[in-house]
T-cell receptor, first 112, second 115 residues
């Protein structure tokens, strides 16, 4: 079983839609949960991270972690064509590890 | 624009060639990483350097040889590669310890094709 499983996609939505991207993880020791965005032919960039359970909001983006069900989500409100990218969830045991475990990524296309 | 610069952006090499990938960052980060990413797959960690010392080697074949000559530079020397080594090679850096949950700053990658 992979430590981080991500909804495979691809996902195609119209502009303005609410997007939900989801991952599950199996290692209860994970403490930090990140979302990276990767545009085509570019390196990933950190979008948001959360520590332990709860929500974190940044503009149109909300990251949510439910440690009881080992479920993490990224919500994008009022999606824009510029949000079209591959979204990778990643989990970390601790800040010293330097070893993030990535999900396989979900490719999102937002159509104008 | 990314603050981690990788060269070359594209590289084509034969199986008998020797080449190097280069990475540079000027953010004062003391941890640098090499990742390999195949199409439609997540990045896979290869090596981690912390304070210019190799701290993690994820059982990478010896045909890949990393080098960290100083705190700003990271090289990946390539020799006798196989076609299955064709991939996007990503360099990343972070603070030590990483500032936020292992926050990695990635370069744009070097796309390697082995013929």
């Amino acid at each position: 079983q992979k430590e981080v499983e991500q909804d495979p996609g691809p996902l195609s939505v119209p502009e303005g839609a609410i997007v939900s991207l989801n991952c599950t993880y199996s290692n209860s020791a994970f403490q930090y949960f990140m979302w990276y965005r990767q545009y085509s032919r570019k390196g990933p960039e950190l979008l948001m991270y959360t520590y332990s359970s709860g929500n974190k909001e940044d503009g149109r983006f909300t990251a949510q972690v439910d440690k009881s069900s080992k479920y993490i989500s990224l919500f994008i409100r009022d999606s824009q064509p510029s949000d079209s990218a591959t979204y990778l969830c990643a989990d970390n045991l601790n800040t010293n590890a330097g070893k993030s475990t990535f999900g396989d990524g979900t490719t999102l296309t937002v159509k104008p | 624009d990314t603050e981690v610069t990788q060269t070359p952006k594209h590289l084509v090499m034969g199986m008998t060639n020797k080449k190097s990938l280069k990475c540079e960052q000027h953010m004062g980060h003391r941890a640098m990483y090499w990742y390999k990413q195949k199409a439609k797959k997540p990045p896979e960690l290869m090596f981690v350097y912390s304070y210019e010392k190799l701290s993690i080697n994820e059982s990478v074949p010896s045909r890949f040889s990393p080098e960290c000559p100083n705190s700003s530079l990271l090289n990946l020397h390539l020799h006798a590669l196989q076609p299955e080594d064709s991939a996007l090679y990503l360099c990343a850096s972070s603070q030590v310890p990483p500032r936020a949950a292992g926050e990695l700053f990635f370069g744009e990658g070097s796309r390697l094709t082995v013929l």
